[in-house]
């Protein structure tokens, strides 16, 4: 079995994130989340202070793009949202 023939095992995960105050703020936070290499979906909930992200990616890097926002974040356990 090549690397081509392998089902490709997309992680989705949830961080929530503090501090985010306007729309600008969702908009820094998915726009530094989608430069994470592997993320290929994200979502930002403001008023719940979510960011649901999906993909092949290390939460780490996802933590270090928002914290590099300004923003206080870390990963949700998994199955939970708020």
């Known amino acids: 079995m090549t690397h081509q023939d392998r089902p490709i095992q997309k992680t989705i995960s949830s961080f929530s994130v503090r501090g985010m105050t306007c729309d600008h703020c969702q908009r820094a936070v998915e726009n530094a989340v989608r430069a994470v290499p592997g993320v290929t979906y994200v979502a930002v909930e403001l008023a719940r202070g979510i960011a649901n992200v999906s993909?092949?990616?290390?939460?780490?890097?996802?933590?270090?793009?928002?914290?590099?926002?300004?923003?206080?974040?870390?990963?949700?356990?998994?199955?939970?949202?708020?």
């Open 55 to 82: 993909g092949q990616f290390s939460a780490q890097d996802i933590v270090h793009a928002i914290e590099g926002e300004g923003y206080v974040v870390k990963p949700m356990p998994s199955g939970k949202s708020g």
